[in-house]
């Protein structure tokens, strides 16, 4: 009986269309990161394209078919609502992130482009250690989910291919 239930699940899993992500194709070999010193989203972004993709991350701009400049990385706090009393109840969580591709001619592939994320995290004064944890790891998680975004957005540019004399 597990054996029927498990082809049948495996027949409903193809039947779905799902499969992994895979391998993300840039169209171009070589790319160069600039980013802001002491944001790590340039160091998330160059992970996920040597990990994930066949177009190598060099070490000069010179060297590259293409350049990603992170130009500015912004996360701040507000907030959204307060008790009666006057005490903080949520705050909304804001990461933005400019960016703009360019090939070696500097010929935009990509124009200045901004991901803006949000998430609204409820707050408490009794649990003000673990509201610090939560924040930070959804600052993190949205670090993570804009290098991914730029990741798609690097994979949808359409380059002209290069004439031949």
Do not use: W
């Not at 130009?71 to 009666?84: C, T």
């Not at 992130?97 to 995290?121: C, H, M, Q, W």
């Amino acid at each position: 009986m597990k054996n029927i239930l498990l082809v049948a699940l495996c027949f409903v899993l193809t039947a779905c269309g799902f499969q992994l992500r895979g391998q993300a194709s840039l169209p171009f070999k070589t790319i160069y990161v600039s980013f802001p010193v002491g944001h790590p989203i340039g160091m998330d972004v160059r992970r996920l394209i040597q990990a994930g993709t066949t177009t190598r991350v060099v070490e000069k701009a010179k060297d590259a078919q293409a350049t990603l400049d992170i130009i500015s990385v912004v996360n701040d706090k507000q907030i959204m609502s307060v008790s009666g009393g006057g005490r903080v109840r949520e705050f909304e969580l804001r990461y933005r992130v400019s960016f703009r591709l360019y090939d070696a001619k500097g010929v935009d592939l990509i124009p200045t482009n901004e991901i803006a994320l949000r998430r609204i995290i409820p707050y408490t004064d009794a649990q003000v250690v673990a509201k610090e944890g939560e924040e930070a790891m959804l600052v993190r998680e949205m670090q993570s989910d804009s290098a991914e975004q730029i990741l798609r957005r690097l994979e949808a540019v359409k380059v002209a291919p290069a004439k031949s004399s």
